[in-house]
């Protein structure tokens, strides 16, 4: 159970990655030119992007294999009440590597400053970045939330889990493979 929750955790971090590059119709010009200066950022988003089309939250199976480091986490045992929350984007994990500041810094401008999933209480979700917005839907499950957003007509999935740090601080992980290796973390 703790893979899975950490795999769908991983799998929605890196759609959500893929999405704020530019799913959406407001994205502005600045967001593609941001982009294509960030070409360390865009590959890891292409890789996410790979992952998340191949593996839908609701249909997550663990393979052998799936042991990437976000795997050991100690994820709580049940889901964080989201309705009416907003979480920023505070770094990742890509490929098994932790993103340096350098990385988390070139990602948000990527995003136009601003990359946030905010979850409203009837249910549906959007994921705010500096130039628009994706709507979108969530439902829980036992220890995580199933997140699913409209990018003109694709649907991006998504599996948000959550860790809590030693200062009593939450982070939700945000996944879109069941690897291990790949997630976004978030935090209100």
């Known amino acids: 159970m703790k893979k899975k929750v950490l795999a769908m955790i991983l799998g929605t971090m890196l759609v959500l990655s ?9 994205a502005t010009e600045a967001d593609a030119t941001a982009t294509e200066e960030t070409a360390d950022t865009e590959e890891a988003t292409e890789d ?4 998340a ?11 052998e294999g799936d042991d990437g480091p976000l795997w050991s986490i100690d994820m709580m045992t ?8 907003t979480w920023s984007f505070t770094g990742g994990c890509i490929d098994g590597e932790e993103l340096t ?3 988390i810094a070139a990602s948000l401008e990527q995003y136009g400053g601003q990359l946030d999933f ?5 249910g549906t979700a959007k994921m705010v970045q500096g130039g628009g917005e994706i709507d979108g839907t969530y439902e829980a499950d036992s220890t995580g939330y199933g997140v699913y957003f409209d990018n003109n007509g694709s649907e991006l999935k998504y599996y948000c889990a959550f860790a809590q740090q030693d200062d009593g601080s939450v982070v939700m992980i945000a996944l879109s493979d069941t690897t291990g290796y790949n997630g976004l973390y978030f935090m209100q």
């Open 48 to 51: 996410t992007e790979e992952a």
């Open 78 to 85: 049940e889901p964080v009440d989201v309705a009416d929350t």
């Open 18 to 26: 893929l999405a704020a590059c530019g799913g959406s119709d407001d």
């Open 101 to 103: 500041d350098e990385e």
């Open 53 to 63: 089309d191949e593996t839908a939250a609701e249909d997550v199976e663990f393979e």
């Open 118 to 122: 905010v979850f409203n209480a009837d």
